[in-house]
Structure formats: structure tokens, C-alpha cells
């Protein structure tokens, strides 16, 4: 059974930062390619970042790029989304999800993916 949990998330003020983490179980992410995505109020769900692994890069949008970093730590079965800089418009639920043979276009293709986690909310308000 495939299980994607993600934690880190909080309220937070403009300017600040969170650190998310989204550990796997049942799945070896090392065979996979990772995304976080995230769905605020109101809005549809968005990519974030994702590491493809055919392409063997890690993709950004644009409003995060330069602010958020993702990371992998496969000795730990887990991912990370480092996020500095948070705007109030960060304000989010935020999930990882695993998908096989993903390319650099892994943000924009959430139906593609066949795992995900439960979410995690971001609040940045002052």
C-alpha cells in the first residue's frame, strides 16, 4: 500500500518560511518522479515543482522560482519543498504526488501522477 504523508505546514507571516516534507512508504521514490502541487480556495490545483526523473532535473513555475527549493533525501524515502520568501498568495494546501516516466513538464500534468498525499496547509498571513 503506496502512502505519501506531508508535514511542515502552518501559518507563517509574509517574508517567512516553511520547510514541507513529504515521506513515502510502500513506493521508492528513487523510481519516481515527485511533484508538489497545491490548491487554494476557490481555485483550481497548480504545479509547484516536481523532479522528473527522465529528464533528471527539477522544474519550477514561475511565481516560485528563486523562492522555493525542492530536495530529495532517498536514504529517508522523502522530499522536500524548502519555501522562503512566502507571499500571501502561497496560501495553499499542498500535496505531493509520485508518477512513473514523467518528463520536464511534471508541474502541468497532475493527472499523470498515481499517488498522492494527503495535503498539508501553508497559511502566510500577517
Known amino acids: 500500500q503506496v502512502q505519501l504523508v506531508e508535514s511542515g505546514g502552518g501559518l507563517v507571516h509574509p517574508g517567512g518560511s516553511l520547510r514541507l516534507s513529504c515521506e513515502a512508504s510502500?513506493?521508492?521514490?528513487?523510481?519516481?518522479?515527485v511533484g508538489w502541487f497545491r490548491q487554494a480556495p476557490g481555485k483550481e490545483r497548480e504545479g509547484v515543482s516536481c523532479?522528473?526523473?527522465?529528464?533528471?532535473?527539477?522544474v519550477y513555475v514561475q511565481p516560485v522560482r528563486g523562492r522555493f527549493t525542492f530536495s530529495r533525501d532517498y536514504a529517508k524515502n522523502t522530499v522536500y519543498l524548502e519555501m522562503n520568501r512566502l507571499k500571501p498568495e502561497d496560501t495553499a494546501v499542498y500535496y505531493c504526488?509520485?508518477?512513473?516516466?514523467?518528463?520536464?513538464?511534471?508541474?502541468?500534468?497532475?493527472?499523470?501522477?498515481?499517488?498522492w498525499g494527503q495535503g498539508t496547509q501553508v497559511t502566510v498571513s500577517s
Open positions: 504526488a509520485v508518477g512513473r516516466g514523467l518528463p520536464n513538464n511534471c508541474p502541468t500534468i497532475p493527472n499523470e501522477y498515481d499517488y
Open positions: 523532479f522528473s526523473l527522465i529528464a533528471g532535473r527539477t
Open positions: 510502500g513506493v521508492t521514490l528513487s523510481g519516481y518522479s
